[in-house]
């Protein structure tokens, strides 16, 4: 048994989704989130950044003692996940090989469409994690850039949304994809526009649900559930605007969010590493 925080964190608000699976699945642990508004959107960064600003966070998540980081943000994990692991003693996981793994599962033609910003694209990350799990896999992928300012600012329904997705999808359902990775963690606010666009025969994949789902089955093996009993309230933090993030993230959580504790950038505490190895 372990009762210490689960520490999740995303470039914005897009990670509450994993949160809200997280709470749906686990019922008894308490999770710490972390949006990294001000410095919102990841996407157009450089991997080298990116690993940066993952550092300092796990740092800042250390701070309240969390028993395991989530990043839940494709472009976060595909830039910085190993460096991560490597380097931090607390177990890390992120969120593309769960979606990867999912999507090998749900296929039947063996033809794989995966979106996502530019960073975790031109990454290659969910294509390398797909073909290790079935190297015959055809996996098609495509950055969406613009989809995730759309989620961002509440615009998930409607003719623009709906005309930008279907711009983005119409190649990959040429292709013949029979399922389609949802690869960021804004994607599943859009997924009845995205199912409406994509059709029936497209099988969606959301790597909120599979990230939860592997969160569980590690603290299973472990042994380090939080004991039953009243869950402790959620926290939220956030770089950015207090209020923007309380308003817009219930949408992504699915329920009220009562406080956001704004940190101020660059987070001045430094907790001692523990380098592995
Ligand atoms: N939430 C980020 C991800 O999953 C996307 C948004 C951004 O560009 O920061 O990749």
Known sequence: ????????????????????????????????????????????????????????????LLIYDVKFIVIACNSAS???????????????IGVIEPGARAAVQATRNRRVGVIGTQATISSGSYITSMKTIDAGVK???????ELADFVERDEITGERVEGAIKWYLDPL????????????????????????????????????????RELKEFLQRKDSFREGGVRPEP??????????????????LGQEIARVERVHLPFKAKVNRVEKG
């Not at 520490?7 to 608000?13: A, N, P, Q, V, Y």
């Not at 989130?33 to 800042?60: C, H, K, M, Q």
């Not at 910085?80 to 890390?92: D, G, K, T, V």
């Not at 926290?235 to 992504?252: H, I, P, T, Y």
Request: proline share 5%; glycine share 10%; hydrophobic share 40%.
């Open 139 to 145: 996996a098609y992928s495509l950055a969406c850039p």
């Open 1 to 60: 048994m372990d009762s210490r925080p689960i520490g999740i964190f995303d470039s914005g608000l897009g990670g509450l989704t994993v949160v809200s699976e997280i709470m749906r699945q686990l019922p008894h642990e308490q999770t710490l989130y972390f949006g990294d508004t001000a410095r919102f959107p990841y996407g157009p960064r450089s991997a080298e950044e990116l690993r940066g600003f993952v550092f300092e966070i796990i740092d800042f």
């Open 235 to 252: 926290r939220f933090f956030s770089s950015g605007d207090e209020g923007v993030f309380g308003r817009l993230g219930a949408r992504f």
């Open 78 to 92: 595909a830039a910085a996940l190993e460096a991560a692991q490597q380097f931090y003693s607390i177990p890390i």
């Open 173 to 212: 359902v040429r292709d013949g994809i029979d399922s389609l990775i949802l690869g960021c963690t804004h994607y599943p606010l859009l997924s009845e526009t995205i199912a409406k666009v994509a059709g029936d025969d497209i099988t969606l994949i959301s790597s909120a649900e599979e990230t939860a």
